[in-house]
């Protein structure tokens, strides 16, 4: 089945400084890359997702990049501020909504002021 | 429009007692998953039903755990006899038929045990 690794597990910046979440998967035939945002005591949150026939999609503040040759897809998010601090979350599926999606380990990311 | 529902949101229990968890999925939504987050960990899949069929529960442990997804009414996961190590944040989540879709999350219940 599926496997998907993320790094790092924890990240610290400095707000205003960009941040980089990077995600590798094993199944070729994944083609759905969605990554969730889960604040302390809260759900997970769809903050962008991207599918295998773009290569980069951009959301404000946000994007997500992949490389399907190599098998990863990472998460960009510039300008960052306090509010972005939470545990992220990549994950791969070979379908949209599939119970084949399969999560990383999550990343907890703390932007200080 | 009201998203994934999720009750109760906090159940505690002392070992060796039953946990039932409701889900109730977003309107229109057939397909509901269910995870599991253990503390300082990420979700693990354990269980996708669609109306009153498991389709796959490859990721429940095979004794104590059951899922459920009736006709009517909500998902219920239900734990017996449950051990200090079944203390976690039980997510689930929905999404549409044939989906085009992501799946989208509940509020999570968050199980102790004593």
């Known amino acids: 089945g599926e496997n998907v690794e993320q790094h790092p597990s924890t990240l610290s910046v400095q707000e205003g400084d960009s941040a980089v979440i990077k995600c590798t998967y094993s199944d070729s035939a994944s083609n759905y890359f969605p990554w969730y945002k889960q604040e302390l005591g809260k759900r997970p949150q769809l903050i962008i997702d991207?599918?295998?026939?773009?290569g980069e999609k951009k959301d404000q503040r946000i994007a997500v990049t992949l490389n399907k040759t190599a098998k990863h897809f990472s998460l960009h998010i510039t300008e960052t501020q306090p509010e972005d601090s939470a545990v992220y979350f990549c994950?791969?599926?070979?379908?949209?909504?599939?119970?084949?999606?399969?999560f990383g380990a999550g990343t907890r990311l703390t932007v200080k002021p | 429009n009201a998203g994934v529902m999720q009750n109760p949101r906090h159940l505690v229990r002392r070992r060796g007692q039953e946990a039932r968890l409701r889900c109730s999925p977003m309107?229109?939504?057939?397909?509901v998953y269910w995870y599991r987050q253990l503390p300082e960990e990420g979700l693990k899949f354990m269980v996708y039903l669609q109306k009153e069929n498991i389709i796959d529960e490859s990721g429940m442990p095979k004794e104590r755990f059951s899922a459920e997804f009736p006709k009517e009414g909500p998902s219920i996961l239900r734990i017996q006899q449950v051990v200090r190590g079944d203390s976690a944040a039980y997510f689930c989540?929905?999404?549409?038929?044939?989906?085009?879709?992501?799946?989208?999350f509940g509020p999570g219940t968050r199980l102790l045990v004593l």
């Open positions: 309107k229109g939504h057939s397909h």
């Open positions: 991207i599918r295998s026939n773009v």
């Open positions: 994950a791969a599926s070979i379908i949209v909504g599939g119970n084949d999606m399969r």
């Open positions: 989540a929905s999404s549409l038929v044939d989906s085009a879709e992501t799946q989208y």
